[in-house]
């Protein structure tokens, strides 16, 4: 069998690893990905050979390709994600769980001869900066030259992982087939304990890019509670004010409710001055420093964007960030070759391509892109990306944001109290479910800190965790809750996007103590007249429904918050229901 290790690692226990998997898979040929730009050609070209890219008008998409999924494997397969260990306790009652023996007993007999004919790629990475003592090495066999073209742009992937390993044997092992694509056979198995991903059956970004969810936050937040540091689900961004001063935010929010948008914010012409930098757009990394303050790495170095919604009304910086060398998967084509999707510039052509391949005529009452398409771009064509980036101890976290896609109930922003006060807020945020994973869409659903389907353990143990580091954390950030999505008579009531820059603005104020705030049973809100509003066309009335507390609503929510605790059992941390009993107290 072909093997091209030999120039790459001398490493041991990498090479008996990739040597048993290989054994087992059975490949034609087993390559390994340097991450040189020779490689990126030569695995782009054959891609493109066998259909799996299709290259896209060059003129105007310089460096792009198209990947068409299989229409059955188009979002996570959160059903068939499973967390083994050794005991069902351990992962807690909002994950699957499969004993450890089993789920590889099972996954052995599908990847048994699974790559027979193809070949598997070892794809070496990075989850966080190169040489920082934070950063996680893991390797990715996979038989998918999309995956390994992916994992060269989402993580710090090749020679440089490997040289960072050295004769290492703490990586994290990863294994990934394609298989059939039987939905009957796919699996996503995650070992904590054994610091391991078993994937098959799915070419899906979240089920297949293991550095994504299955390292960065699965098992990174497994890590993260051994080790006294913490995995999230958000995005980090700097915001420089006129007078020069940065303040770095991380903000969590589900899937698909805008965490990319936000964090390439434009602040409007209002905030002459203020600038928005990129740090990340989907996960954080968060340890603490010597310092007492939060600090924040992006362990990913690309973006994993949904295409609908991102445009140039919308954001601009991602339009240019996807301008060049972007892999695009499940979006619709132009005539020419050009990609496009629902919310891009209305319906102007009268004929394309559809996310499947097939011919769409205008008026079409299906969609031509599909919702959950996405783009794989490269975090420097980022016109705003953060110089600190690269930063082995990332950037100061002066406050953390959560939210959800609510409709009702939650108002546009508040502050919580204290840290017990925000981890109960962030513990309790629910989110009507998206297209980013299978299943029912538009559903309410508790999301605590948007890691409902990437906490890699027990959640209530996850929560003990998040109280817990309040000791540590001396100069702790501080704690807001924000909501744009509320509705009014089916119409968003907040016009979101760049606007949003005023809500952050007054976050940013408070994280410094610079203005006051109103005291509410809920949390602090802004005072009248410290959201700037000037410029916007919308009423006051909408406004007041936009930032509106209604008593019952919230009862509501809180029954629905003590449901949700109820299946921690004795698991659950007593300070977060004391603080559900304080807030009904407060609200009655
Ligand atoms: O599909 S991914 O998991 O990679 C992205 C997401 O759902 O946030
Ligand atoms: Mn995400």
Redesign the pocket.
Known sequence: MANTATNLTTNKHLLAWVGEMAELCQPDAVVWCDGSEDERKRLTEFAVSKGILIPLNAEKHPGCYLHRSNPNDV??VEHLTFICTKTKEEAGPTNNWMAPDEAYGKLRGLFKGSMAGRTMYVVPYVMGPLGSQHSKVGIELTDSVYVALNMRIMTRMGKGALDMLGDGNGFNRGLHCTGDLNPERRYICHFPQDNAIWSFGSG???NA?LG??CLALRIGSYLGKKEGWLAEHMLILGVESPEGQTTYVAAAFP??CGKTNFAMMIPPKRFKGWKVYTVGD?IAWLRVGDDGRLWAVNPENGY?GVAPGTDWASNPNAMKTIAKDTLFTNVAVTKDGQVWWESMDGNTHDELTDWQGKPWKKGSPDKAAHPNSRFTAPATNNPILSRNVNDPEGVPISAIIFGGRRSDTVPLVMQAFNWGHGVFMGATIGSETTA??TGKVGVVRRDPMAMLPFCGYNMGDYFAHWLEMQKKVSNPPKIFLVNWFRKKDGKFLWPGYGENMRVLKWIVDRAHVRVGAQETPLGWVPKEGHIDLSGLSISPEQVDAATNIDVDEWKKELESTSEFFQQFGDRLPKALELQRQLLLARLA
């Open positions: 979002a996570r899906y970004g979240g890019l994504k969810k899937s698909a989907d994993f980013a994973a």
